[in-house]
């Protein structure tokens, strides 16, 4: 007989509170008398546009959580509503699941809108949310404030924390909820910041975390920006991997420690006097971003992709503080949307640091004049093509002016010495007589590399 089905069952229910649910399972398998104490829920999920029930949302739910006086335990808990719920209530429901050794946490609830029930300033999660041993995966969102933290917050088991529209505030002592929120995370690895609006926040302006691996931050840039106030974000992360980041660019980026990051995903929009209302700046304009300290912490990365027309003209505002990017294999950039096309000024300095790049990777439509020979004054004539050491290359060729994107394509193969492999990427719905023109035109251009092969993929 093992030790612990000795134990009375009122220890042995501690001891259940504080393992973690698969911790709890592996126990369960050794000890027969813990089936007659407690079963495991995988998974309880509620959703008010997917669940179908009789009465009230609120009313279903509470009828199918386990009574407080039951003894399971709960793997997976998530919350969804569209309608907007009692906070007290939500609260309840959070407190019941907490005690029974939950997971994997998610609540995804509109925090902030009073005509249900909920208070102007929006809704505040209950204080034990931030001190469960078992909670391995967090989502909170949306519309609510976290304003302070217990003293005994700790998550000792969250490795993975989504922050979906939340906004954090500073006491008036100076502590701030989310540097305490990451100081009680001690094995956190992912964290996902979805609707950032740092401008709304009352915070330290301090992203640290000695044991964060992937960060990602996420703002909508249709919403605009204007503040007049002076605004700075840095980065104390010594052991990121991934990061992620879609947002206006500060006044400054004070301190970025990035000594591990691997890779990086960019799309950052300067401003001119803190606004922003949908455009480039003018070359003349004087701005109120400075990206520089972040542009430079990027120096170790391997891969890079640049993920908007936004990012390549802030690269080139601030080309002066481009390292170079000695370990960089791989780069993709992508050059134009529906609203915005952009100059490839950028690109002769960026490659120009990227001496031992592998793969280049242009997403979107490539960049040419109207006239022959249709190449834009920016490109030097592709002359910076000649010292670059690129063995991939992948492109794509939009549907309306194809012509002028080929004769882009023949500097492609002409001028890179070592480039092995050129895949291009082309619309299915080109009619079959382009289709045969364009591999015709491709397989006659001279080749710079006697190794170099041409893949044609026919996309949607």
């Given at each position: 007989?093992?030790?612990?089905?000795?134990?009375?069952?009122?220890?042995?229910?501690?001891?259940?509170?504080?393992?973690?649910?698969?911790?709890?399972?592996?126990?369960?398998?050794?000890?027969?008398?813990?089936?007659?104490?407690?079963?495991?829920?995988?998974?309880?999920?509620?959703?008010?546009?997917?669940?179908?029930?009789?009465?009230?949302?609120?009313?279903?739910?509470?009828?199918?959580?386990?009574?407080?006086?039951?003894?399971?335990?709960?793997?997976?808990?998530?919350?969804?509503?569209?309608?907007?719920?009692?906070?007290?209530?939500?609260?309840?429901?959070?407190?019941?699941?907490?005690?029974?050794?939950?997971?994997?946490?998610?609540?995804?609830?509109?925090?902030?809108?009073?005509?249900?029930?909920?208070?102007?300033?929006?809704?505040?999660?209950?204080?034990?949310?931030?001190?469960?041993?078992?909670?391995?995966?967090?989502?909170?969102?949306?519309?609510?404030?976290?304003?302070?933290l217990p003293k005994d917050a700790l998550l000792p088991s969250l490795e993975s924390?989504?922050?979906?529209?939340?906004?954090?505030?500073?006491?008036?002592?100076?502590?701030?909820?989310?540097?305490?929120?990451?100081?009680?995370?001690?094995?956190?690895?992912?964290?996902?910041?979805?609707?950032?609006?740092?401008?709304?926040?009352?915070?330290?302006?301090?992203?640290?975390?000695?044991?964060?691996?992937?960060?990602?931050?996420?703002?909508?840039?249709?919403?605009?920006?204007?503040?007049?106030?002076?605004?700075?974000?840095?980065?104390?992360?010594?052991?990121?991997?991934?990061?992620?980041?879609?947002?206006?660019?500060?006044?400054?980026?004070?301190?970025?420690?990035?000594?591990?990051?691997?890779?990086?995903?960019?799309?950052?929009?300067?401003?001119?006097?803190?606004?922003?209302?949908?455009?480039?700046?003018?070359?003349?304009?004087?701005?109120?971003?400075?990206?520089?300290?972040?542009?430079?912490?990027?120096?170790?990365?391997?891969?890079?992709?640049?993920?908007?027309?936004?990012?390549?003209?802030?690269?080139?505002?601030?080309?002066?503080?481009?390292?170079?990017?000695?370990?960089?294999?791989?780069?993709?950039?992508?050059?134009?949307?529906?609203?915005?096309?952009?100059?490839?000024?950028?690109?002769?300095?960026?490659?120009?640091?990227?001496?031992?790049?592998?793969?280049?990777?242009?997403?979107?439509?490539?960049?040419?004049?109207?006239?022959?020979?249709?190449?834009?004054?920016?490109?030097?004539?592709?002359?910076?093509?000649?010292?670059?050491?690129?063995?991939?290359?992948?492109?794509?060729l939009g549907d309306h002016r194809i012509i002028q994107e080929v004769e882009q394509?023949?500097?492609?193969?002409?001028?890179?010495?070592?480039?092995?492999?050129?895949?291009?990427?082309?619309?299915?719905?080109?009619?079959?007589?382009?289709?045969?023109?364009?591999?015709?035109?491709?397989?006659?251009?001279?080749?710079?590399?006697?190794?170099?092969?041409?893949?044609?993929?026919?996309?949607?």
């Amino acid at each position: 007989m093992d030790r612990i089905s000795g134990l009375p069952d009122d220890v042995i229910l501690i001891i259940l509170r504080f393992l973690p649910a698969n911790d709890a399972a592996r126990v369960l398998l050794l000890a027969r008398r813990f089936k007659k104490l407690y079963t495991i829920i995988p998974n309880l999920e509620f959703d008010d546009k997917v669940n179908i029930f009789q009465g009230t949302f609120t009313d279903f739910v509470t009828k199918s959580l386990p009574p407080l006086g039951n003894t399971s335990l709960i793997r997976r808990f998530s919350l969804k509503s569209q309608m907007g719920l009692e906070s007290d209530r939500v609260n309840q429901w959070l407190r019941n699941v907490l005690k029974r050794s939950v997971m994997d946490l998610e609540l995804d609830i509109y925090g902030g809108n009073n005509r249900f029930k909920l208070p102007l300033d929006g809704y505040e999660l209950p204080l034990e949310i931030f001190t469960s041993n078992t909670v391995t995966k967090m989502k909170l969102g949306k519309e609510f404030v976290i304003r302070a933290l217990p003293k005994d917050a700790l998550l000792p088991s969250l490795e993975s924390l989504l922050l979906k529209r939340v906004r954090f505030y500073a006491r008036d002592d100076g502590d701030c909820a989310f540097h305490a929120f990451l100081l009680a995370c001690p094995v956190l690895k992912e964290l996902n910041i979805d609707g950032m609006y740092w401008e709304t926040w009352n915070w330290s302006r301090i992203v640290s975390s000695p044991s964060l691996q992937r960060l990602t931050i996420r703002r909508n840039f249709s919403d605009g920006f204007e503040d007049p106030k002076h605004q700075s974000l840095s980065f104390n992360t010594p052991n990121l991997a991934y990061f992620e980041c879609c947002d206006f660019v500060p006044d400054e980026y004070p301190f970025v420690k990035f000594d591990s990051l691997v890779e990086a995903k960019l799309d950052l929009c300067v401003m001119v006097d803190r606004k922003w209302h949908g455009d480039f700046a003018d070359d003349d304009e004087i701005l109120s971003s400075n990206p520089r300290n972040l542009i430079k912490g990027l120096r170790n990365v391997k891969i890079l992709d640049l993920t908007s027309p936004m990012m390549l003209e802030t690269l080139y505002f601030f080309r002066n503080a481009i390292p170079v990017f000695n370990n960089l294999h791989r780069l993709s950039f992508f050059t134009n949307d529906d609203y915005m096309q952009v100059c490839w000024r950028f690109l002769p300095l960026l490659l120009d640091k990227t001496p031992n790049l592998k793969t280049l990777v242009i997403k979107g439509e490539l960049h040419y004049v109207e006239g022959p020979p249709y190449v834009c004054d920016c490109l030097l004539g592709y002359s910076f093509l000649l010292s670059c050491r690129v063995e991939v290359m992948e492109i794509s060729l939009g549907d309306h002016r194809i012509i002028q994107e080929v004769e882009q394509v023949k500097h492609f193969l002409g001028k890179l010495p070592c480039l092995e492999l050129l895949r291009v990427n082309t619309p299915q719905w080109t009619s079959d007589n382009e289709k045969l023109r364009i591999i015709k035109d491709l397989r006659r251009f001279h080749r710079a590399s006697p190794k170099c092969r041409v893949e044609f993929r026919w996309i949607v």
